[in-house]
């Protein structure tokens, strides 16, 4: 396949579980993201104290920017992202937690 018969965008798929150590710390550093966030009125930021307030996954979502992932890879621009968070009761232990296994599900159903 040439480079004219091939996309010039990537999908990139990450999948992250993160164990919460100190939930005050990681709510105070959503807050103060929050606040410091000169783009959001006054509305929008009173409804993201809150949300950051009553759940550490909201807080975690404030924190984390897919756009940090990629600004420094070199010859790539983003031109679209989307993430989410959720509380997860996490067993690593556990045959649903095995984060190779979709892989292998979205390359055969690719072909690749």
């Known amino acids: ?20 150590s100190d939930a005050e710390a990681l709510t105070g550093a959503a807050l103060q993201r929050v606040a410091e ?34 600004a420094d890879v070199p010859g790539a621009e983003l031109v679209q992202a989307s ?3 959720e509380q997860v009761d996490y067993d690593p232990d556990s045959p649903d937690w095995d984060l190779g ?6 390359e055969a159903e690719d072909g690749v």
């Not at 296994?101 to 979205?106: A, K, S, T, V």
């Open 83 to 85: 993430w989410s968070s």
């Open 37 to 70: 966030d000169e783009e959001t009125g006054p509305e929008e930021r009173a409804q993201a104290v809150s949300a950051v307030e009553e759940d550490e996954a909201e807080a975690v979502a404030y924190l984390v920017d897919p756009f940090d992932l990629v």
């Open 1 to 20: 396949m040439s480079t004219d018969d091939t996309s010039r965008f990537v999908r990139l798929k990450v999948e992250l579980v993160l164990e919460v």
């Open 101 to 106: 296994e979709d892989d292998e599900e979205g």
